[in-house]
């Protein structure tokens, strides 16, 4: 693949939402056209929830948390997030920017 952009992690085709930041203040259910995106609370005055869309392997989110207040990270229906400490939920409580990539269908790794 020499020469072909393959975005980040060696993406062939990162999602709608790669280099884009979206930044809420209240809770979430993200799109699937976002995939790629950061995820941000900048500008939240209290804790949020975001909802992930269904987990397809290829998708990824980027995740910040900058006020300091905490991002429940959680999956959609059966969809599991792997490397939290509940099988559907992650709790961001830390200013570091947290990724969530599907390489396996329904299942959120934490990396």
């Known amino acids: ?6 975005g980040r992690y060696g993406r062939v085709n990162p999602g ?6 979206y930044d809420y203040t ?5 799109a699937s056209t976002q995939d790629g995106a950061l995820i941000t609370n900048l500008g939240a005055v209290a804790a949020i929830a975001v909802t992930l869309p269904p987990a397809i392997a290829g998708r990824e989110f980027a995740v910040m948390r900058i ?3 905490s991002i429940t990270v959680t999956s959609v229906g ?8 509940a099988a559907g939920s992650y709790v961001i409580n830390n200013r570091v920017i947290t990724v969530f990539a599907c390489i396996v269908d329904g299942t959120w790794e934490v990396i």
Request: aromatic share 8%; glycine share 18%; proline share 7%.
């Open 1 to 6: 693949m020499s020469g072909e952009n393959t």
């Open 16 to 21: 709608q939402g790669f280099g884009q930041q």
């Open 26 to 30: 209240a809770d979430v259910v993200l």
């Open 67 to 69: 006020p300091a207040y």
């Open 78 to 85: 059966a969809d599991t997030i792997r490397g939290g400490p």
